[in-house]
């Protein structure tokens, strides 16, 4: 169930126009899923996260040691996806010196007076590190394509295709610059259907513990629900490459789509073949001495300590 395969097939391929009603937001519904039933297919995803979660601890800290690339993890998706959820059990096993996440609200005053990339940017992961972006410069053809008049000032009040298409330019170009650089770039759309989504709206209004989850704002965006889902389309569409690939992931079972994303960020820090830092010969020589030093120390000292009296 939670296979590669599965997880391969959710990668968007480049040059592809992306059409979301082909791809599934219910995990669930194929026949091998239903064969093995619901809870099956739960135990499977949260066996399959459990060992991803252990990969990906030895992968960061390989990520670490060897010093040469970075990852940077996109999120993005319609309210209620899953996002917040996703990172913390994907990451949960990782040491937190070694991560980062950052979580993009609407702009500040000063962001908007920046080019559109600039307060991301500053937010990039150093080498060495995983980098999570909570929501990212995509909110910037998506949230604000369907919402042009949150556009900064001095930028056009009716923007049309040519400006779109300039954006996506501006992030392949960004991302090229990034994987040129030793950046990892994987972006994950938490793929929800919105009958999913009222239903956990709804949750959100009847558990007293996820009423603050809810806000008056995502009831609104939700009205625009077929606007998003062409902006989605239309971003995936111009900015899958094979340098920095989009991965569909079916959102409406938080299991397998927290397993699917484990597994393919797993796969993809192991595809750069990293290794340990390997030491010259003179460095080497140089550990032994250093272990021939402590051991003589370590002998010394213990001939230097007092007997206790016999009796
Ligand atoms: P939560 O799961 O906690 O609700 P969230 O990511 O939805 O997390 P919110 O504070 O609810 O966080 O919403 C952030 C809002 O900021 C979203 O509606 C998003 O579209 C908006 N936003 C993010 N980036 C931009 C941007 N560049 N321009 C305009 N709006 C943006
Ligand atoms: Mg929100």
């Known amino acids: 169930m939670i296979s590669t395969k599965q997880s391969e097939q959710s990668r968007i391929s480049a040059g592809t126009k992306v059409k979301l009603k082909n791809y599934p937001t219910d995990s669930s519904d194929t026949d091998v899923a239903k064969e093995l039933g619901e809870d099956a297919v739960k135990e499977m995803a949260a066996n399959a996260l459990l060992e991803s979660r252990l990969h990906l601890d030895a992968v960061q800290n390989l990520l670490y040691a060897s010093d040469t690339y970075s990852v940077l993890l996109i999120f993005q998706a319609m309210d209620a996806a899953g996002k917040d959820g996703t990172i913390r059990h994907v990451m949960s096993g990782v040491n937190p010196q070694g991560c980062q996440v950052f979580s993009f609200k ?8 920046h080019n559109f990339l600039w307060r991301y940017m500053k937010a990039l992961p150093e080498r060495g590190r995983i980098g ?3 929501r990212s410069y995509y909110e910037d053809v998506l ?13 056009p009040t009716n923007p049309g295709k040519k400006f779109w ?31 999913e989504q009222k239903k956990r709206f709804l949750e959100r209004l009847t558990n007293p513990d996820k009423h603050w989850k809810f806000s008056d704002a995502d009831l609104a965006e939700r009205e625009h629900w077929d606007d998003y889902q062409k902006a989605f389309e239309e971003a995936l569409t111009a900015t899958s490459t094979e340098r920095a690939p989009w991965y569909v992931i079916p959102a409406d079972h938080k299991d397998v789509a927290r397993a699917m994303v484990a597994e393919i960020i797993v796969k993809s820090i192991q595809d750069l073949k990293l290794e340990y830092p390997k030491l010259s010969t003179d460095q080497l020589g140089n550990l032994e001495i250093a272990r021939a030093k402590l051991e003589k120390k370590q002998k010394s000292a213990a ?9």
Do not use: C, M
Not at 106 to 113: A, I, N, R
């Open 165 to 195: 298409a300039r954006r996506y330019e501006d992030i392949n170009n960004f991302e090229k610059h990034l994987t040129r650089n030793g950046t990892l770039v994987i972006k994950f759309f938490l793929h929800l259907s919105k009958k």
């Open 303 to 311: 001939a230097a300590t007092p007997q206790a009296p016999e009796t």
């Open 143 to 155: 949230v604000v394509k369907v919402h042009p008049e949150w556009l900064g000032p001095g930028q």
């Open 106 to 113: 609407k702009p500040s005053v000063e962001e908007l007076d």
């Open 132 to 134: 999570i972006f909570n």
